[in-house]
């Protein structure tokens, strides 16, 4: 699983700027529910296109075994002590926010977060 991680991450390492560290976010969706998980994302990105979240970028990539992938690139450690989502949750209010979340929880049992520097 590492491996395939890494070989994914080579063109990207490749032609970022020397040292260039990434926040990895591993969701590990049940088969099963693969379309409902589809759907949580595309419901989550079209709530950061309305609300027009602003200071969050991330790409997404899905595994052959069925993980996907979140890779969001770091600047500094500090950027670890950001919430980018916070005005998101702010604009959408709570409830709204969580529940979108909430519907992601349902989709796997395991998620796993990296830090590929």
């Known amino acids: ?16 700027q020397s040292n260039q560290a990434f926040w ?3 969701d590990q969706v049940k088969p099963s ?3 409902e ?3 949580v994302s595309k419901d989550f990105i079209a709530a950061c296109a309305k609300h027009d979240l602003k200071d969050a970028d991330w790409t997404t990539a899905q595994m052959d ?9 770091l600047n500094n450690m500090a950027d670890l002590d950001k919430n980018t989502l916070a005005p998101l949750a702010e604009k959408m209010g709570n409830e709204n926010f969580s529940a979108i979340f909430g519907r992601f929880n349902k989709c796997y049992d395991k998620q796993a977060i990296i830090f590929w520097y």
Do not use: Q
């Open 1 to 16: 699983m590492l491996f395939a991680i890494i070989l994914l991450l080579i063109p990207m390492i490749s032609n970022a």
């Open 24 to 26: 990895i976010h591993a």
């Open 33 to 35: 529910i693969t379309a």
């Open 37 to 39: 998980y589809e759907k």
């Open 65 to 73: 075994d069925g993980t996907y992938l979140s890779l969001t690139p």
